[in-house]
């Protein structure tokens, strides 16, 4: 398959795009829901009800508003991620220590002050591992793109499928797993390093 | 820090640029297709006959998730050709009474798609690709069925399953069995297109409905059965294109009409068998046709 690199690459730029844009939505959401104490519920269940629709009704839909191709698919994959990165940063900042919130207020600090002094980089490590779920399972929803007309790695795994080709099955899967696995073994590195400075700092 | 977000911001945009760049552009023409064999070769094939006679651009969607998908995104000007049927036309779009002739239904739906849609259908390729029904040989062999109307009689003995887009079809299961008067064995199977073959190959069923072309009914052995009494409307297979895009490209009309009555039941046969059960590429199917035809 001399073709395959281009529909790998492609596949990753929509994981990609699709991961910062939701980390931008779900973290500001989780901060909100930390702060505005009377939004939490609605917006993490809002988010919850999202990830139980089923992903070619959310693709169908999303299709009528945004047209065909990668942006209906960036959109339904930013709406699958929020969940664990909202939910992840509310249970994070919530969880900090409140005698250390109390520490910070007590030295004068401001709310903006403190949750980018104090509470973020303590709730780091479970706010990142909910992006790293989310890019994970992203991976293998942008599977699904094909049929919205995306691009990426759906058509030869589709198309496989209907041949009964385990082969192509697996020439677009194999890539796909390799992928979560590099993404996983990277996400991991880069947290270990930005934890580790937080606590230095 | 800072230079740090500068840097992501940077990757974000080139990133967003390339998503959205691929596929715009003027003279760029989108086709696309249903998701399964026959429907993908015949818009691989749209797209290499355009590609090598003209200068337009040709981007590809094939394997999009069925006749909603498609049909929403021709109106919506999100591909400007794809090959839809005349029967699920008549049927699922428009959502009229079935027409049993042929070239009724293909006058009805030319008419209305332009009127409603601004949609042209081009020239019949040839094939009708008909919904039938087909059996496994072990009931052809153990009760001799030729016709839906000896299926009526042993109906309660077998089972039946189809893909979704069957049972939600006007001209589907439940106009099938209202009007043939069967009465399968317990609730019918409803499963994925692509996996409909295999398990009527593992047994999981006795009965499925077809396309009279599919590549699979000569791998599974399966006897295909008469529609002795009309219930399925002709499926005339053609391309179908966008007014807007007619008028930008009108040379399209030409170039693609050539394929008319180029595909009969027997040739688009032969091709869907090559791609879907012999694992032909699509590309090289596609090429080899047009090139055997001296079209490219």
Known sequence: MTNLMPLILEHLMIVLIAAFIAVFIGVSLGILSYWVRYLDKAILWTAEIIQTIPNLALLAMLMIIFGLGNVTIIAGLVLYALLPIIRNTYIGLESVPSHLKDAARGMGMSRLQRLMKVEMPLSFPLVFSGIKLAVVNSLSIAVMGVLIGA??????????????????????????VLMALILDYL??????????????G | MKRRIKLISVVLALALAVVSFSGCGKDTIVIGSKDFGESVVLGEMFAQLIEKNTEIKVTRKLNMGGTFVCFEAIKNGDIDIYPEYTGTGLTAQLKMDVVGDPDEAYRIVAEEFDKQFEITWLQPLGFNNTYTLAVTSDVYEQYGVETYSDLVKISENLVFGAEHEFFDRQDGYDGLVAFYGMKFKGEPKKMNTALKYQAIGNGDMDVTDAFATDGPIKQYNLKVLEDDKGFFPPYYAAPIIRNETLEEHPELSGLLNQLSGLLDDEAMTELNYLVDVEGKSVEETARDFLTEQGLI
Do not use: C, D
């Open chain 1, 151 to 176: 691009g990426g790695l759906g058509y030869p795994i589709y198309r496989g499928i209907q041949t009964g080709s385990v082969e192509r099955i697996l020439t677009g899967a194999i890539p796909v």
């Open chain 1, 187 to 200: 996400m991991s590195k880069v947290e270990k390093r930005l934890v580790h400075k937080g606590t230095r």
